[in-house]
Nanobody, 125 residues
């Protein structure tokens, strides 16, 4: 339904920062709640952050709260994940996802029907 393409991943040292971008190929981008999930090797995919359609409501996993910021630019059909103070445990493939659930901002991956291909984030010294 919604095609999503992530970018911005890479290798960064602990304490560093990265900004992930997710471009959506849909004309009604502002109608979708957007989220970020991640999956580390050997681990289950987990929720990271989500943002409401207008961008005025957000939800974060406790593990990233205060370090990560999700935002969106509806004019550019893009959602971002600013990641600061990165830790080795943040290493994972990060996935962008779109949801038709409006409010409350969902955190369960079952609520997200469209997914990007993922971008690798590696935090290592």
């Amino acid at each position: 339904q919604v095609q999503l393409v992530e970018s911005g991943g890479g290798l960064v040292q602990p304490g560093g920062s990265l900004r992930l971008s997710c471009a959506a190929s849909v004309r009604t981008f502002s109608r979708y709640t957007m989220g970020w999930f991640r999956q580390a090797p050997g681990k289950e995919r987990e929720f990271v952050a989500a943002i409401s359609r207008s961008g005025d409501m957000t939800n974060y996993a406790d593990s990233v709260k205060g370090r990560f910021t999700i935002s969106r630019d509806n004019a550019k059909n893009t959602v971002y994940l600013q990641m600061n103070s990165l830790k080795p445990e943040d290493t994972a493939v990060y996935y962008c996802a779109a949801s038709t659930t409006v409010l409350p901002v969902p955190t369960n991956q079952a609520h997200f029907g469209s997914w990007g291909q993922g971008t690798q984030v590696t935090v290592s010294s």
